[in-house]
């Protein structure tokens, strides 16, 4: 059975929650990886940036729909979600765009739960997280290097 410590990153590409937003898509970029964990000056995951995190940015703000029954107004949309798309809308820092409290997997994990969580919740990068501390991260090309590799062998 594989588990994550066979196939994750250890070689990490963290990111400051001071970081500006601008200089972190750059290091996406030209790393070629979908995400980085957020890390504090003692180097620990505080959260988490995606790509997805930075295209929110290119959104428009979202617009309440409301409607009305028995005289009462309903909302369609919750006022939590429209101020949280709405600070990374406009973020400026890491910490304003990041995801917060990822999800973490544990070196082992078994690859059958990483692919579940990854289909399931729509995660494209998972922080590897051993004792409280970050260890590595895998992402979905780790996972598919699994299925070339089998195939391969084959």
Request: charged fraction near 25%.
């Amino acid at each position: 059975m594989i588990i994550v410590r066979d196939i994750m990153t250890t070689d990490l590409i963290t990111v400051p929650p001071d970081m500006d937003i601008s200089r972190a898509a750059k290091i996406l970029f030209d790393n070629r990886i979908n995400g980085a964990p957020v890390v504090d000056d003692n180097g620990g995951l505080v959260g988490i940036l995606c790509q997805s995190d930075l295209i929110t940015q290119q959104k428009k703000l979202p617009i309440p729909t409301i409607f009305t029954f028995l005289d009462g107004l309903i909302r369609l949309t919750s006022v939590k979600q429209i101020e949280k798309q709405v600070r990374k809308i406009a973020a400026l820092t890491v910490s304003e765009a990041m995801t917060p409290k990822p999800v973490t997997v544990r070196p082992d994990t078994g690859l059958e739960t990483v692919a579940a969580l990854m289909v399931d919740s729509n995660f494209h990068t998972l922080p590897v997280v051993e004792d409280s501390r970050l260890v590595g991260i895998i992402g979905k090309e780790d996972v598919l290097r699994t299925l070339i590799s089998t195939t391969e062998s084959r």
